[in-house]
């Protein structure tokens, strides 16, 4: 059984910046791809990252590239997203998810999910 559980959320004034962890449980932390998601009030989900298996490549949306890094530390099967420079539209609720493809960015790639954490961006 795989768990997946976020956490680091918050309120941040514009231009701050938050650290999102996603612990994972269970064995073959190593052998996948983890991503980020957010979905924001009345709009669909979104990919934002992804880093593959031993975090050498990471892929990035467009509207957070050069703000947002994602890594992971495989020895504490854990991923996380820096996310910095906030603006209030990064606002949303943050899910990491573990997927099997190299880098993807298709919901539909990735089979376990976190209960995800709110992010919130004051301007």
């Known amino acids: 059984q795989v768990q997946l559980v976020e956490s680091g959320g918050g309120l941040v004034q514009a231009g701050g910046s938050l650290r999102l962890s996603c612990a994972a449980s269970g064995r073959a932390f190593i052998f996948y791809t983890m991503g980020w998601f957010r979905q924001a009030p009345g709009k669909e989900r979104e990919f934002v990252a992804a880093?593959?298996?031993?975090?050498?490549?990471?892929s990035y949306a467009d509207s957070v590239k050069g703000r947002f890094t994602i890594s992971r530390d495989n020895a504490k099967n854990t991923a996380y997203l820096q996310m910095n420079s906030l603006k209030p539209e990064d606002t949303g609720v943050y899910y990491c998810?573990?997927?099997?493809?190299?880098?993807?960015?298709?919901?539909?790639?990735?089979?376990?999910w976190g209960q995800g954490t709110q992010v919130t961006v004051s301007s």
């Open positions: 880093t593959s298996r031993n975090g050498g490549s990471t």
């Open positions: 998810a573990r997927g099997s493809d190299y880098l993807s960015r298709r919901e539909d790639r990735y089979d376990y």
